[in-house]
């Protein structure tokens, strides 16, 4: 769960809300590139949230109790997770009356799962006959922290690009491979953007590196 959500889904969030100006002249398996990016590393978050569920059911012997928060908010992060990809089929066209409604519901979906999730891995360390040290709760605190402070960045300069009316969504929020908005051009803001991302894999894989291999010693 903790290479699904801190470290694939959190990344596919960015690229989504930031990262549609960049590369923009640039297919990546026919695709622009950060919806490719952004479906890749979603659907393997949900696949690998699926295979831990399983896993984890077996090893209890399939059983499952409500007695606690951290199973029920984990199985609705997975139920919010499975509907992403089924509403982004069903999703209408770009130029559609009600393609607004998507955009918002595809957005709160994904950013409660997300937080929920998050909330999920800090029920987690403190389930009964968990014995975690305290410093893997400090890095995942870090990581928020980390994610918080990249997402605020990215929001300023986005903010300060910006030169666009108001819209019924932001363009941010569009989910579309081939969006109907014409993307700006990639020297804007494209030094900032590719910094921050090259910065935050770097640290973000650092910390998931360093809370897997802790859980793994003492779990």
Request: aromatic share 10%; net charge positive; proline share 5%.
């Amino acid at each position: 769960m903790l290479i699904a959500w801190v470290g694939l889904a959190s990344t596919g969030i960015l690229m989504a809300r930031f990262y549609k100006p960049q590369w923009a002249s640039t297919k990546l398996c026919g695709e622009r590139v950060w919806f490719a990016i952004h479906r890749t590393v979603m659907l393997s978050a949900l696949v690998i949230s699926i295979v831990a569920l399983l896993l984890i059911l077996a090893d209890l012997g399939w059983t499952w109790s409500s007695e606690v928060a951290h199973p029920v908010i984990g199985m609705i992060v997975i139920c919010l997770a499975f509907i992403q990809p089924i509403m982004a089929v069903l999703r209408p066209h770009p130029d559609g009356r009600h393609r607004w409604l998507f955009n918002w519901a595809h957005w709160f979906v994904g950013t409660g799962a997300h937080v929920l999730s998050v909330l999920a891995i800090f029920l987690g360390m403190r389930l009964p006959g968990v014995s975690l040290p305290d410093s893997v709760l400090y890095i995942m605190i870090a990581f928020v922290v980390w994610h918080i402070a990249v997402d605020a960045i990215l929001e300023v300069n986005q903010r300060y690009l910006s030169n666009t009316k108001t819209k019924n969504v932001p363009e941010a929020y569009a989910m579309d491979k081939s969006d109907a908005t014409t993307p700006p051009p990639d020297s804007r803001g494209h030094c900032l953007r590719l910094v921050m991302i090259i910065l935050y894999l770097i640290v973000t894989c650092s910390l998931l590196v360093a809370m897997v291999t802790l859980t793994a010693i003492y779990f």
